[in-house]
């Protein structure tokens, strides 16, 4: 199977009805065509469309080739400060921007916790800083993972202590969520509590942890894919009221959200693509992605391949 759904890529030819792109035009590419005619679809939550043709998943080909079909109002004219690397990467921005502001809903001067700095975590954290968020907190268990994200979007950083012998998943999300109030001043009512966290690690002791740390009434959303069998303490989002929310890719209007904050300068993608490669060299680029850092040590957040006959300087 062809793997690949991040995808970026320059018109070459339109159907006789299509208005809205031209040959020649560089698009962002919307990689799942759905029914348009189910229940979801009429809601206005695609995403959801149990008959969605998504890249990249079986027994749909993904985007890694010369040429991709794709329905006319799901490839996005890029501006002209936007490359088509750029363009590429507004696919992992669209399920930031679906996971904070649709979801999450969140509104200016906001607290937010992002678990997990890859780079769905650290999109997530630059959408959240971009709609105005007074402080986004990024925790992961890679040191230099925080000191990219400080550097990057957030303003506060946690690294999670180690477990203990003997100690079980639940007993340290309690000391972890504890730790981390009291080294960040996290209250659980008022300017110092937290209104929205995002789980972008799948982790279960990430998620536990969050919905510890979290507001009475805040909102969680979970971004991130683990481990199906997560154990939650129910008392704790019962008693605090929690809206817990799962978030799946992106929906109605998060590609163009994405694309204005990009434009705008607002939220910069070009930070994370950490690694380039040609079309001929892609198995180099999914090698490097699986062993997390290239050949000379350099940790990886992103890789891009560029097309065929695309020089990987001018993508």
């Known amino acids: 199977?062809?793997?690949?759904?991040?995808?970026?890529?320059?018109?070459?030819?339109?159907?006789?009805?299509?208005?809205?792109?031209?040959?020649?035009?560089?698009?962002?590419?919307?990689?799942?065509?759905?029914?348009?005619?189910?229940?979801?679809?009429?809601?206005?939550?695609?995403?959801?469309?149990?008959?969605?043709?998504?890249?990249?998943?079986p027994p749909t080909d993904g985007t890694l080739a010369r040429y991709y079909r794709l329905p006319s109002d799901l490839a996005y004219p890029l501006p002209p400060n936007l490359s088509l690397e750029d363009g590429a990467m507004m696919e992992p921005l669209s399920v930031a921007v679906h996971a904070v502001s649709n979801l999450g809903a969140l509104r200016s001067n906001q607290s937010v916790a992002v678990f997990g700095c890859g780079p769905v975590g650290l999109l997530c954290m630059a959408v959240a800083?971009?709609?105005?968020?007074?402080?986004?907190?990024?925790?992961?268990?890679?040191?230099?993972?925080?000191?990219?994200?400080?550097?990057?979007?957030?303003?506060?950083?946690?690294?999670?202590?180690?477990?203990?012998?003997?100690?079980?998943?639940?007993?340290?999300?309690?000391?972890?969520?504890?730790?981390?109030?009291?080294?960040?001043?996290?209250?659980?009512?008022?300017?110092?509590?937290?209104?929205?966290?995002?789980?972008?690690?799948g982790a279960e002791v990430s998620i536990q942890t969050g919905i510890r740390i979290v507001k009475s009434g805040g909102t969680y959303v979970q971004v991130g894919m683990g481990n199906p069998n997560v154990n939650i303490d129910m008392f704790v989002v019962i008693c605090k009221e929690l809206v817990l929310k799962g978030s799946f890719r992106y929906g109605p209007g998060d590609y163009p959200l994405a694309i204005a904050l990009a434009t705008s300068g607002k939220v910069d993608v070009k930070p994370l693509v950490s690694h380039r490669f040609p079309f001929t060299q892609?198995?180099?680029?999914?090698?490097t992605t699986r062993n997390g850092k290239s050949p000379d040590g350099k940790g990886v957040i992103k890789a891009i391949i560029s097309g065929p006959d695309v020089d990987i300087n001018e993508a």
């Open 129 to 201: 800083k971009a709609l105005g968020a007074s402080r986004v907190i990024a925790v992961d268990i890679v040191p230099s993972r925080l000191e990219f994200a400080k550097a990057y979007a957030a303003t506060d950083i946690f690294l999670p202590p180690p477990m203990e012998k003997d100690e079980s998943r639940v007993e340290f999300s309690m000391r972890n969520a504890q730790a981390m109030k009291e080294k960040l001043g996290i209250a659980d009512r008022g300017s110092q509590a937290i209104d929205l966290v995002l789980d972008a690690s």
């Open 1 to 57: 199977m062809v793997l690949g759904h991040e995808a970026a890529g320059v018109v070459s030819k339109v159907g006789s009805r299509v208005t809205n792109v031209k040959v020649g035009d560089r698009v962002a590419m919307e990689p799942g065509a759905t029914c348009r005619k189910c229940e979801a679809c009429k809601e206005g939550r695609y995403q959801l469309c149990p008959d969605v043709i998504f890249a990249a998943t």
């Open 282 to 287: 892609a198995r180099e680029a999914f090698e």
